[in-house]
């Protein structure tokens, strides 16, 4: 399979899930301060904090407020992480390779390029917004779906899959990051009432609660949940369960050494390491470097299989 | 019932089912009928179902707008058919072949000895101011000697009833997707019109065009590489490059994806390293192909395609330099072309063409500019023409001067009145003006499509066929009368 192509399946695969995760988070947060009293609540900034854009953003506005962070995230193509962004790479990305995805596949991804884009207006009114950014993910859901069902499960597949895992393991270290911060950084008493929701709305941001119920058992607590969400084997979007398809997905690729061996050793780290008992701010920390080493595994495959590294080797040794 | 044929202008033009008013031809008889059996309401449904169903599948040709990235467009198909006997496509098909034999004899002869220009049947002066002759390809011989792989031959009708070639296109004519997903659409939208006729199938295409790549390869023994190169995503045909590749179950590659190595062989880049080519189907222009010898600037080729192909170990179709005998200029000589190489009459007729290069013609031209279309001689797509009937004063003057100035570089010919086809016009059916493209494969055997792409001009009265201006298609049916 060509270099381009993998690597363009590989991003289709990165741009929709990063689609999916934007939308859940949005959604979760909307209904997290309808739980929360003003007085209390986070607002939308911690938004505009997980998806790292915090200083491109403020170069533009100057508040947080409702409709702004919302505008910002939604459909602003000039801001580097939103939806219309991720969307408008995620059919620029399959467009290229339509000749090798499912046609299905590329009309579905048209069709929610283009209901996102004509319904954007839904999302500032609350009582659409639910069900806007709710199609959003549904559709990706199918997408997923579909790939699973009709595209050949060959190398391109597992780039698909080696994709959606690493960016569903960033985006889920992001979201962790962001939102423990927010509810230890306050040592005001009375956020504890409402620790347990936030704590929650943690879970659902993932839609990790209820599997959090059926796998861990215990009551919610901050070490617990840091522990499903970072540890969990069976949790689809914990960290070390996306890894290790990564992992997996790579087992059958040729000359895989590099990128397993560096899988191989973030894998180690993330079962290793206590992180139900790390401060708040080793937990962070604990977190950058996660994500650093997520960039090198990406790092690694784009060196190893993809167009873009694949020209970079050639220009070093013109040079 | 909504279609009245005894309201249908037939006899200003000639229409290609209807003779008269209420009077189809014979072939078209039962299309005629079901036609009008057909409520406001069953067309209306049938009209949004075509949409659907071409939006569906995904038919597009892409307009680039730098607001909004890139936007794809339906391109509009209309739901009447085109009808044709078997019996009269048949001739046409054979007169098809003749042409584009002679035209590949043609070319190989131009880039080897040039005989016919030392046997004085086309004068040298036709060359000297070629833009698409190539001096890179002299003294190359490609596989078969075949230059011309793919043509696409644009064909009209006159009011006489008589078709006649129009054009040919040999460097990388596009509209084969749209006749294919058209009869697609057609099946699905229409299952009950294909009920009364033994329609002949176009669905073999993309296998006969894989069958001719492969048999051009330079390594025969091997199952050989086929790829379609692609100048991307922004080009207009990229849905028609998409869509073959996926066809014939090929890698569609851009000019990254290619590197020639010191070898002079092709490769492409795959995750697993290198891999070689052996057949190109290039969608890219000649002077893009390779920034060593053409296009110094171009992103879209690949360094060292040249040398490869030179060398015979990469195949291109269209040969680089094709488009030498696509030239206006070199069209007006066709009939001797096949008469030269051949020893025959031509059998699918030429439009009469002046050549403003010979003084007889030249007088004659220059004193009927405001009844001729006059065309330069390497502009496609209809630019720098002039259609005398609907010009200026001010406008035949310039085209005199052009002409004074370089009459080597251009030809003219009567205005025609193209045919017409029943087209669905606001539920209603009114007469637009269509041709017709046909595309040829030639390689150790020639094969003709199935009737072809017919374009439809959808504003009333014009004779532009162009997806870009307002043009439209139609589904094109040869029917086997005694089947």
Redesign the interface.
């Known amino acids: 399979m060509l270099s381009r192509v993998v690597e363009m399946i590989y991003w289709t695969a990165r741009y929709l899930e990063r689609t999916e995760n934007l939308a859940r988070l949005i959604n979760v947060n909307s209904n997290l301060l309808l739980d929360l009293p003003k007085s209390i609540a986070p607002g939308w900034e911690p938004l505009i904090n997980i998806t790292g854009t915090r200083e491109s953003y403020l170069e533009q506005h100057d508040d947080f407020n409702e409709r702004t962070v919302l505008a910002y995230l939604v459909n602003q193509n000039n801001s580097p992480s939103s939806l219309a962004k991720a969307l408008s790479g995620a059919r620029e990305s399959a467009r290229t390779i339509r000749d090798v995805i499912p046609r299905e596949s590329w009309e579905q991804i048209n069709a929610l390029y283009l209901y996102a884009k004509d319904n954007s207006n839904k999302v500032f009114v609350k009582s659409q917004r639910f069900e806007y950014l709710n199609n959003i993910i549904l559709r990706c859901q199918t997408l997923n779906g579909l790939f699973a069902g009709t595209m050949n499960q060959d190398e391109g597949y597992s780039f698909l899959l080696i994709g959606r895992n690493l960016e569903r393991a960033d985006m889920t270290t992001r979201i962790i990051d962001v939102r423990s911060a927010d509810l230890l950084a306050d040592e005001n008493q009375s956020l504890q009432p409402f620790d347990l929701i936030q704590w929650m709305s943690v879970l659902k941001s993932l839609s990790a609660y209820q599997m959090y119920r059926r796998s861990m058992q215990v009551k919610i607590n901050r070490s617990a949940v840091l522990k499903f969400l970072f540890q969990s084997e069976v949790f689809p979007r914990a960290p070390y369960h996306c890894i290790a398809k990564v992992e997996f997905s790579t087992m059958d690729l040729p000359n895989n050494e590099a990128p397993l061996r560096l899988i191989g050793r973030v894998k180690r780290d993330l079962i290793d390491t206590d992180v139900g008992n790390l401060e708040q701010e080793a937990l962070h920390e604990y977190i950058d470097q996660l994500q650093l080493s997520f960039i090198n595994i990406g790092d690694a495959f784009s060196e190893q299989y993809f167009l873009s590294g694949n020209m970079q080797h050639q220009q070093q040794a013109d040079s | 019932m909504t279609i009245e044929w005894k309201n249908y202008q037939a006899e200003k033009f000639y229409d290609e089912l209807m003779i008269a008013s209420n009077k189809a031809r014979p072939c078209g008889k039962k299309l005629a009928k079901y036609l009008a059996s057909l409520s406001n309401s069953d067309l209306e449904t049938y009209r949004i179902a075509t949409e659907l169903s071409i939006k569906?599948?995904?038919v597009s040709f892409t307009v680039y707008n730098q607001e909004e990235?890139?936007i794809?467009r339906s391109w509009p198909l209309d739901i009447f058919p085109r009808i044709m006997t078997k019996t009269e496509w048949q001739k046409i098909e054979a007169g098809l072949k003749q042409r584009v034999q002679a035209l590949n004899l043609f070319i190989a002869d131009l880039y080897g000895e040039q005989r016919i220009l030392k046997d004085g049947i086309v004068p040298k002066e036709v060359f000297k101011n070629s833009k698409n002759f190539r001096e890179q390809c002299i003294g190359v011989k490609p596989p078969l000697g075949i230059w011309a792989h793919i043509c696409g031959s644009d064909l009209v009708r006159d009011k006489d009833g008589v078709m006649y070639v129009l054009e040919d296109n040999l460097r990388v004519p596009s509209g084969v997707s749209y006749m294919l997903e058209n009869r697609l659409v057609m099946k699905r939208v229409f299952p009950e019109l294909f009920e009364d006729y033994s329609i002949l199938p176009v669905d073999d295409y993309p296998s006969k065009l894989f069958d001719m790549l492969a048999s051009i390869s330079p390594r025969p023994a091997d199952y050989p590489e086929v790829v379609v190169l692609t100048p991307?995503?922004y080009n207009s045909a990229?849905f028609e490059h998409?869509?073959l590749?996926?066809q014939m179950g090929c890698?569609?590659?851009?000019g990254?994806?290619l590197?020639v190595h010191d070898d002079d062989c092709v490769y492409?880049?795959?995750?697993?390293g290198l891999k070689r080519v052996d057949v190109i189907y290039r969608r890219i222009d000649d002077l893009f192909l390779d920034p060593e010898v053409f296009n110094k600037e171009s992103t879209l080729g690949v360094p060292g395609l040249m040398r490869a192909w030179r060398k015979n170990n990469v195949a291109l179709a269209n040969a680089p330099g094709a488009g030498v005998a696509d030239d206006k200029v070199v069209y007006a000589f066709v009939p001797k072309i096949i008469q030269y190489y051949l020893g025959e009459e031509i059998s699918l007729p030429n439009v009469k063409t002046y050549i403003c290069m010979y003084e007889e013609d030249r007088k004659y031209v220059l004193a009927n500019l405001d009844k001729l279309v006059v065309k330069p001689a390497n502009e496609s797509g209809g630019y720098g023409m002039l259609v005398g009937p609907s010009s200026t004063k001010k406008q035949q003057k310039q085209f005199a001067e052009l002409i004074k100035s370089n009459p080597g570089n251009y030809i003219a010919q009567p205005t025609l009145s193209l045919s017409t086809v029943p087209t669905l016009v606001k539920n209603k059916v009114e007469p637009r003006h269509v041709d017709m493209r046909p595309f040829i494969l030639s390689s150790d055997r020639v094969e003709v499509t199935t009737g072809g792409l017919t374009r439809v001009a959808l504003v009333k009265n014009s004779l532009v066929v162009n997806s870009s201006q307002g043009g439209g298609s139609k589904d094109t049916w040869i029917v086997d009368e005694e089947a």
């Open positions: 569906e599948i995904g990235g890139s794809d991307g995503i990229y998409a869509y590749a996926q890698e569609l590659v851009e990254r994806d590197v492409m880049r795959t995750m697993r």
